[in-house]
């Protein structure tokens, strides 16, 4: 089955406890990007890749780091986690940039204490 | 810079009705426009993709139409069920670069009634 899937699906944490979100695609996509999710602020790009050691960043990168050592893999890192971080992740992918449909995880929900 | 809104935030409708769902965007260099499905404490479903060319897209029981010049696409649902509810995004290509960004709406919630 065609999906992008994420770990953990729930994680609580402690401020500045370094932690690591998986993504993984199984579709051969070269793109791959990340989304948080806020009330009241919708969903909003943090970096996106468009194919292997190739990453920029989105909208709201601060206190983020990627990687895209492999094509299927986008991990999503938290060097320092804070509050202002306690968010909903979606980890995205599609075969190119305009003309494709983009697929997404099931979410990662992430609470900083 | 790309905006998409979307109203009603929210909509409740007795099962069997027709109905329709709106979205606007500010920029018409828009490349495509995604519909989604999000199920509450869940990931997003993608209902149907606009490419720019293209004026509409159906799929099953939804059609999805795009007119780039009034900045506006609509998702048509016919025959509404209870399984229909669900909160509804669209989502535009950011058309001032190729970085593949979506500029998501707030969304519609749907509550479809027995």
């Known amino acids: 089955e065609a999906q992008v899937t994420q770990n953990p699906r729930y994680l609580i944490t402690v401020t500045g406890k370094k932690l690591t979100v998986t993504c993984s695609q199984n579709?051969?996509?070269?793109?791959m990007s990340w989304y948080r999710q806020d009330p009241g602020l919708g969903l909003r790009q943090i970096y996106y890749s468009m194919n292997v050691e190739v990453t920029d960043k989105g909208d709201v990168p601060e206190g983020y780091k990627v990687s895209r050592k492999e094509k299927r893999n986008f991990p999503l890192i938290l060097e320092s986690p804070s509050p202002n971080q306690t968010s909903l992740y979606f980890c995205?992918?599609?075969?190119?940039?305009?003309?494709?449909?983009?697929?997404f995880g099931p979410g990662t929900r992430l609470t900083v204490l | 810079k790309q905006e998409v809104t979307q109203i009603p935030a929210a909509l409740s409708v007795p099962e069997g009705e027709n109905l329709v769902l709106n979205c606007s965007f500010t920029?018409?260099?828009?490349?495509?426009l995604q519909w989604f499905r999000q199920d509450p404490g869940k990931g997003l479903t993608s209902l149907l993709l606009?490419?720019?060319?293209?004026r509409e897209q159906t799929s099953g029981r939804l059609n999805a139409s795009l007119d780039k010049s009034s900045g506006r696409s609509t998702l048509y649902i016919a025959a509404s069920q209870p399984g229909d509810s669900a909160t509804y995004l669209c989502?535009?290509?950011?058309?001032?670069?190729?970085?593949?960004?979506?500029?998501f709406g707030q969304g519609t919630t749907l509550q479809v009634k027995p």
């Open positions: 920029d018409s260099a828009i490349y495509n």
């Open positions: 606009i490419q720019s060319s293209q």
């Open positions: 989502a535009g290509s950011d058309g001032s670069s190729n970085t593949g960004k979506l500029i």
């Open positions: 579709m051969n996509h070269e793109y």
């Open positions: 995205a992918s599609s075969a190119g940039t305009l003309l494709y449909t983009q697929y």
